[in-house]
């Protein structure tokens, strides 16, 4: 088993009014700094593990220069025995990147990308704060395949504020035409304390029923464009599955750098405290414990049911009554010898899993 590393960039140009992730603003004295943090911290975790994934989430982690990218991964390969094959995702805003750094990028060992778009209707990516237009994501799309990036992932925000089935479908249709090859798909959800919720940005979002519907829609629309849904909000072309992601659902290990990053590392779960000021003074980033014993059965089964291979149904044979009701009801179904949710199923997959867990 091969684990994953993952980098947490907390920088952005302008935090969006939805976000509630660790970010400040970006300053280039800390892109260097922090650039040097990250590698001290791999070389105090260095080991002879073998590692097939990287990810560079943020934050903008396109806001670090390719030199400074190219630098981490270099280091990780010294470090780690990092496969020659490993999938290199890099996140990054449309309105953030060139195509000299596309091209620099390519060529450090970045080989995905994973691109904010969020919609392609130019209201809904004023209301979300959003840095690019539409045309500029569409660019930016094209110049990475004009590159050499042959696996590039696209966000989609769904059940935005006056988001209707049509604009949805438009975007859709849009970003499939495209030569893309992943989807994320996720439901906005209004998070406490954010500019969103203390602007009651929810009272003019659909409502429950009307976000079932949309996320339904989206699932069949993209399945018709040839994108699998393969996660609860993850969608992809035969092959092109998000191998780091997975590792998160399959309770594989993975180790994670970077202020608000967290980790399954060496038998146990912890996380790195949200401040890039106590993370750059530490000489070895500070964790706190999560879970002295993770990967319990249940939390396979909770991490598992999020995938539509789902799990072994032997997992679940002293609930099978009540799973063979949740199949009957359309909510579950079974494959083989496995259990999964099915697109209405993951609705409402919190509220079944508690019962069968």
Known sequence: MQAGLYVHVPFCVRKCPYCNFYSVPAKPELLETYTEAVCRNLRAYGTDAAMDTVYFGGGTPSLLSSEQIG???????????????????LEANPATVTREQLQQLRRQGVNRLSLGVQSLDAGQLQRLGRLHTAQEAIETVELAVAVGFENISCDLMLALPGQTAAELEQTIQQLTALPIVHVSAYLLKVEPGTPFALQHVAESCPDEDMAADLYLQTVAQLEQAGFLQYEISNFAKPGFESRHNCKYW???????????????????????PPSVEIFLQAPVQETELEDAEPCTREEQIMLGMRLTEGVPAVWLEE??????????????????????????????SNTILAELL
């Open 71 to 89: 630098r981490i991964l270099d280091t990780a390969a010294e470090q780690f025995s990092l496969s020659a094959h490993a999938e290199v995702t």
């Open 319 to 348: 609930k099978m009554p009540l799973v063979e009701r949740f199949c009957q009801a359309g909510f579950l179904r079974k494959r083989g010898n496995r259990i999964a949710f099915t697109p209405k199923g993951f609705l409402v």
């Open 250 to 272: 399959h309770c594989e290990p993975y180790l994670g750098i970077g202020p608000s990053a967290h980790s399954c590392w060496n038998g146990a779960r912890f996380a790195v």
